[in-house]
């Protein structure tokens, strides 16, 4: 186990702080970790929070609100722009596909106005999943469509199935296939000395009218080179996205299995419920992540998750903030003025 002096003094106070946290101190330990996103309120002014891929999204879904669009028809108009984007490999077209080579894709959307929700999940062959888990809200009585079920549904509104798999992403997936084993019959380039990576990305984006309205959606190709199947937090509602009218909109990115175990969109939203400002509240659940996060498998040092969260929050005053486990997380802001990328305050400087 690592001896206090090695740990630098701001993860030092903040391993105290997860240890302290069974004794039911939140408040005072979100209040203690780093903070970089602090925000004065914007009453009445619209607000758009997403993760930091999503300026261009953050852009039309502003523009739309100001032209006097509903908060869902503008957050799923924002994060279309990045879902057909093929050069964003973590969303949509031209994302990362599972251990197969088939991009499968997973997506919610919550309408706060009408407290209502859809989402999908394995869904192939469409490039704005979100679109769909639109309609998915819109034209059923149910909430989540998977698989063929959710291409079917597509298609049937009108939906072009098209090959998702760009070049890029085929490339990726190769060299992935390739260094999985040394016993099997793939020839990797372990000469480059380059390691097998797996990364995540996922596009979230919340809304806030000068009406007051809340809407959110969530979008991704999930965890690269996923089990086929597999299907991460973004089309779970109360995981990958909860948005409750009278009290605020959050979204994750990252680990999606750690934002299921949680019910982590949920609870963040109940600790805004209870006072806590968005920030804060999303710090207070990464520090319980921190502190379940007991498996070795998932350390990469006692205390401290081998993995990654980052927290979008907007609470109904305007209020916003962000949040990471790790140093390094961004998310943009719309204020109604200006459309900017900020740092996310986090638990821990480094792994
Ligand atoms: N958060 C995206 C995923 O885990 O699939």
């Not at 701001?10 to 925000?39: C, H, N, T």
């Not at 549904?153 to 798999?165: M, S």
């Not at 990654?308 to 961004?330: P, Q």
Request: aromatic share 6%; with cysteine; charged share 25%.
């Amino acid at each position: 186990m690592k001896r206090d002096s090695d740990l630098s003094r701001r993860d030092f106070l903040r391993a105290g702080l997860v240890a302290g946290l069974a004794g039911g101190a939140a408040a005072r330990l979100a209040a203690s970790v780093a903070r970089e996103s602090i925000e004065p309120a914007q009453r009445g002014m619209p607000v758009i929070i997403a993760s930091g891929n999503g300026l261009r999204a953050s852009e039309r879904a502003m523009a739309m609100i100001k032209a006097g669009a509903d908060t869902l028809d503008a957050v799923v108009a924002g994060v279309n722009i990045v879902e057909e984007d093929p050069s964003d490999m973590s969303v949509g077209y031209g994302g990362l596909p599972n251990e197969r080579g088939d991009v499968e894709l997973d997506s919610c959307v919550m309408h706060g106005p009408t407290y209502n929700a859809g989402a999908v999940a394995s869904l192939r062959g469409i490039k704005t999943p979100s679109s769909v888990a639109k309609l998915v809200m819109e034209r059923t009585d149910h909430i989540l469509l998977v698989g063929p079920g959710a291409l079917a549904f597509a298609k049937a509104h009108g939906f072009e199935e098209v090959d998702l798999l760009t070049d890029n992403a085929r490339r990726a997936w190769l060299r992935w296939k390739e260094r999985l084993s040394k016993s099997d019959d793939w020839l990797d380039d372990e000469e480059i000395g380059a390691e097998a990576e797996r990364p995540t990305g996922t596009i979230n984006c919340c809304a806030l009218n000068e009406k007051g309205e809340l809407s959110g959606v969530t979008t991704t190709s999930g965890l690269a080179y996923k089990i086929p199947g597999r299907v991460g937090d973004s089309p779970i509602i109360g995981a990958g996205l909860y948005v409750d009218n009278d009290v605020g909109a959050f979204g994750p990115t990252g680990r999606g299995e750690a934002a299921i175990m949680s019910c982590g969109s949920r609870i963040v939203v109940e600790n805004m419920h209870r006072g806590m400002k968005p920030e804060d509240a999303a710090l207070e659940l990464l520090q319980r992540i921190c502190a379940k996060t007991t498996e070795k498998r998932l350390l990469s040092s006692p205390g401290k998750p081998n993995f990654n969260l980052n927290f979008y929050a907007v609470n109904k005053d305007g209020e916003y903030g962000a949040a990471a486990i790790y140093r390094g997380g961004t998310y943009v802001v719309h204020d109604g003025t200006t459309n900017t990328r900020k740092q996310s305050a986090y638990i821990y400087e480094g792994r």
